[in-house]
């Protein structure tokens, strides 16, 4: 976990920024040692206000909060308990997700691709396709929103598309050349 620290209309006292520095790293329990978090704590003071902003960012994770107070000690507390309750209903959300993909039935169907020509013009898209395996497609297309979810499946070795049906269940369209 990187956390780096900007101090806007005083300088910090060598106590704050340890302070700060141990109570954002106890956020990393919930993520592991080995995550790629980025957190930047913005901490500012005002006239009287002691203002407190955080940012959590890693791989498919944005999450901020601010408080306000007059002391600044427990604007670092608040923000600290905002974000370990948003992280917790990240962590939650996550866990449904993965979840409802292991019990989802699955139909597969097979295309065979030879000879078939076509005069007309479609629309085409590019997409970076990355190796995943078919479990990791359901999350991405729950994530999506999307109808559809083109990937490459690491375990076929080719490009599938997995899509939702109408029941609930996901589909699987993996063509053969």
Partial sequence: ?????????????????????????????????ASGLEVGVVLTVDKIRNICDVSVTGEG?????????????????????KLESQIKKHV?????????????????????????????????????????HVEEAMLQLDGSGSDFFVFFNDEAGRINVIY??????YGLIDPVV
């Fill in 92 to 132: 939650s959300r996550v866990k449904e997700q993965r979840r409802q993909a292991r019990n989802a039935t699955l139909d597969v169907f097979t295309y065979n691709m030879e000879g078939e020509d076509t005069d007309e013009n479609p629309v085409t898209s590019r997409i970076s396709l990355k190796p995943m």
């Fill in 164 to 169: 939702r049906r109408r029941n609930g269940d």
């Fill in 1 to 33: 976990m990187n956390i780096s620290f900007t101090f806007k209309n005083f300088e910090a006292s060598e106590h704050l920024k340890k302070y700060a520095r141990r109570r954002m790293e106890k956020l990393g329990r919930f993520f592991g040692k």
């Fill in 61 to 81: 994770l944005h999450l901020a909060a601010r408080e306000q107070t007059n002391d600044m000690y427990a604007a670092i507390d608040l923000v600290y308990d």
